[in-house]
């Protein structure tokens, strides 16, 4: 049986837990809004016609932050379409995943929505179609008090109180040649300036999110960022990441090193943000948003051409997570923790139906949670004060992708106020359990005895979660676990995520 040994101390910090790590994102893409979060018709529907079913699972996921409205959505968006009253708002042709927008959901939807569940919202305008003075309209009908038009609109629209959004996106993936809109990076970087400037005028207090690369393979990568913060690094505080994951061609072992292609790129881009630092001899450090993630199976979203109708919230992209791509999603967690340094938001792409935590069966069916709710949920749950440099000797195995890499993958949290200790790890062997030895010396035994949480397949990494059976995979409960003289271990089954928790003093 291999064996991994974990080295932690409390005086090793990569930077603090980032709240806004745990964000997700909410588009108007097939059943996400429409069927997802919104349902009037549905029987959990609340009097705003938000399901209170998914609203329970969204406070349980502990979600923080929800970008919004898009995604490829929003490079088409008309915002006025979706505000004052639903009786009078147009049906438009939506062409980024060709549907018909009703807009009978909108901002201020979204907004009262947010306050239910208790996230944060993220804002996203529009530089596909549109530009500066658009967005500038927006954020005056968005934060502003009152006493100009948009303002007031907004309170005759029956919103009193400003939105307060303080988190925007300026546009999405205006590098990819599938965006409507779609830029050079030099005109993206002149357009994103000149935004963010203008929307500075209004309140500098905003925190920007300028388009970073779509992904490392896209041609302009590297080239787009230099040039985009070369024009915009004043006016902007963070720069966009995207990464999407799938296993291919039966290649598990590869699929399950998934966090080591976002820790390459994360590396890169704070290395091309640094350079630009470095150039333009800067003070401030760019952050990243690492505002859409998650597995994908792109090779099975159908590529043939949009359909010859166009329909309301039809279904697309609707994965079903299997347990193998529930443990890719909390390695990815992990990298995102090593990286809070400079990853200091996120967003899992998406909340619900597209991609999503939660499914839900459409009609008058039930939500249920995907296997990739439970990592999420517990992370978001456990992690807490400082992130851990966790000094990791584990086994390596070959990978058709990625070269030589480690067996497991690890994070640790600690929260000094409480000593409170949680361990996050991967076991990304497919066919061998582990087990995993913790060095944990440095906190002079204060840490009480601790909680093993394991997801697995027993035996099958690729059994899922539906509406037939939505509790198939659960977290399983280890046996406790009593550090002595500092010392403490467990066993990981074959391709399994895992969380042990020490609750401190």
Same mark, same amino acid.
Request: proline share 7%.
């Given at each position: 049986?291999?064996?991994?040994?974990?080295?932690?101390? =409390?005086? %090793?910090?990569?930077?603090?837990?980032? +709240?806004?790590?745990?964000?997700?994102?909410?588009?108007?893409?097939?059943?996400?809004?429409?069927?997802?979060?919104?349902?009037?018709?549905?029987?959990?529907?609340?009097?705003?016609?938000?399901?209170?079913?998914?609203?329970?699972?969204?406070?349980?996921?502990?979600?923080?932050?929800?970008?919004?409205?898009?995604?490829? %959505?929003?490079?088409?968006?008309?915002?006025?379409?979706?505000?004052? &009253?639903?009786?009078?708002?147009?049906?438009?042709?939506?062409?980024?995943?060709?549907?018909?927008?009703?807009?009978?959901?909108?901002?201020? #939807?979204?907004?009262?929505?947010?306050?239910?569940?208790?996230?944060?919202?993220?804002?996203?305008?529009?530089?596909?179609?549109?530009?500066?003075?658009?967005?500038?309209?927006?954020?005056?009908?968005?934060?502003?008090?009152?006493?100009?038009?948009?303002?007031?609109?907004?309170?005759?629209?029956?919103?009193?109180?400003?939105?307060?959004? @303080?988190?925007?996106?300026?546009?999405?993936?205006?590098?990819? &040649?599938?965006?409507?809109?779609?830029?050079?990076?030099?005109?993206?970087?002149?357009?994103?300036?000149?935004?963010?400037?203008?929307?500075?005028?209004?309140?500098?207090?905003?925190?920007?999110?300028?388009?970073?690369?779509?992904?490392?393979?896209?041609?302009?990568?590297?080239?787009?960022?230099?040039?985009?913060?070369?024009?915009?690094?004043?006016?902007?505080?963070?720069?966009?990441?995207?990464?999407?994951?799938?296993?291919?061609?039966?290649?598990?072992?590869?699929?399950?090193?998934?966090?080591?292609?976002?820790?390459? %790129?994360?590396?890169?881009?704070?290395?091309?943000?640094?350079?630009?630092?470095?150039?333009?001899?800067?003070?401030?450090?760019?952050?990243?948003?690492?505002?859409? /993630?998650?597995?994908?199976?792109?090779? +099975?979203?159908?590529?043939?051409?949009?359909?010859?109708? /166009?329909?309301?919230?039809?279904?697309?992209?609707?994965?079903?997570?299997?347990?193998?791509?529930?443990?890719?999603?909390?390695?990815?967690?992990?990298?995102?923790?090593?990286?809070?340094?400079?990853?200091?938001?996120?967003?899992?792409?998406?909340?619900?139906?597209?991609?999503?935590?939660?499914?839900?069966?459409?009609?008058?069916?039930?939500? /249920?949670?995907?296997?990739?709710?439970? &990592?999420?949920?517990?992370?978001?749950?456990?992690?807490?004060?400082?992130?851990?440099?966790?000094?990791?000797?584990?086994?390596?195995?070959?990978?058709?992708?990625?070269? #030589?890499?480690?067996?497991?993958?690890?994070?640790?949290?600690?929260? &000094? #106020?409480?000593?409170?200790?949680?361990?996050?790890?991967?076991?990304?062997?497919?066919?061998?359990?582990?087990?995993?030895?913790?060095?944990?010396?440095?906190? #002079?035994?204060?840490?009480?005895?601790?909680?093993?949480?394991?997801?697995?397949?027993?035996?099958?990494?690729?059994?899922?979660?539906?509406?037939?059976?939505?509790?198939?995979?659960? =977290?399983?409960?280890?046996?406790?676990? @009593?550090?002595?003289?500092?010392?403490?271990?467990?066993?990981?089954?074959?391709?399994? /995520?895992?969380?042990?928790?020490?609750?401190?003093?």
């Amino acid at each position: 049986m291999p064996n991994a040994v974990l080295t932690l101390h =409390p005086a %090793f910090t990569v930077g603090p837990v980032r +709240r806004r790590t745990f964000g997700s994102f909410v588009e108007h893409m097939g059943r996400c809004v429409y069927e997802g979060i919104y349902q009037p018709d549905h029987p959990s529907a609340d009097e705003d016609g938000f399901r209170t079913d998914v609203l329970e699972m969204v406070r349980e996921l502990g979600i923080s932050t929800v970008r919004y409205p898009g995604g490829n %959505f929003v490079s088409g968006y008309r915002w006025e379409d979706g505000v004052g &009253p639903c009786e009078e708002r147009p049906r438009r042709v939506e062409m980024a995943w060709h549907s018909v927008e009703t807009n009978e959901f909108g901002l201020d #939807e979204f907004m009262r929505w947010t306050k239910k569940a208790g996230v944060e919202p993220m804002m996203a305008v529009n530089l596909g179609t549109r530009g500066v003075q658009e967005a500038c309209d927006l954020l005056e009908y968005a934060n502003l008090r009152s006493g100009t038009h948009f303002a007031d609109a907004r309170i005759a629209n029956g919103s009193a109180e400003p939105h307060n959004i @303080r988190m925007w996106c300026l546009g999405n993936e205006m590098d990819g &040649p599938w965006q409507i809109g779609h830029k050079t990076p030099e005109e993206y970087a002149r357009l994103a300036a000149e935004t963010g400037r203008a929307m500075r005028m209004i309140d500098p207090t905003l925190e920007l999110v300028a388009c970073g690369s779509s992904g490392p393979e896209i041609d302009t990568f590297g080239t787009w960022e230099r040039a985009v913060l070369t024009e915009a690094y004043d006016q902007v505080d963070y720069i966009s990441l995207h990464a999407y994951y799938q296993e291919r061609d039966g290649d598990l072992g590869s699929f399950l090193a998934s966090g080591v292609h976002m820790d390459r %790129f994360i590396a890169d881009v704070v290395a091309h943000c640094d350079h630009v630092r470095s150039v333009r001899r800067k003070e401030k450090r760019i952050m990243l948003s690492f505002d859409e /993630w998650n597995v994908w199976y792109q090779t +099975r979203f159908d590529t043939s051409g949009p359909p010859s109708d /166009w329909v309301t919230a039809p279904p697309i992209a609707e994965d079903d997570y299997t347990v193998a791509d529930a443990v890719v999603v909390g390695g990815l967690l992990i990298s995102l923790l090593r990286n809070s340094d400079r990853v200091t938001a996120a967003s899992q792409a998406q909340l619900v139906n597209v991609l999503g935590l939660i499914r839900t069966e459409p009609g008058e069916g039930p939500a /249920w949670r995907q296997t990739i709710f439970h &990592p999420f949920a517990l992370t978001s749950a456990h992690a807490r004060g400082q992130v851990l440099d966790v000094g990791i000797d584990a086994p390596r195995y070959d990978t058709v992708k990625y070269g #030589e890499v480690p067996l497991v993958d690890a994070v640790a949290t600690h929260d &000094p #106020e409480t000593g409170a200790l949680a361990v996050f790890a991967v076991n990304r062997d497919t066919e061998r359990p582990v087990t995993l030895d913790l060095d944990l010396r440095a906190f #002079e035994g204060s840490l009480g005895e601790g909680r093993l949480r394991v997801l697995h397949g027993d035996g099958d990494p690729h059994v899922v979660n539906d509406a037939r059976d939505p509790e198939r995979v659960l =977290p399983a409960e280890g046996p406790a676990v @009593r550090p002595v003289d500092g010392r403490a271990g467990v066993t990981l089954p074959p391709v399994s /995520w895992s969380v042990l928790t020490f609750p401190g003093r």
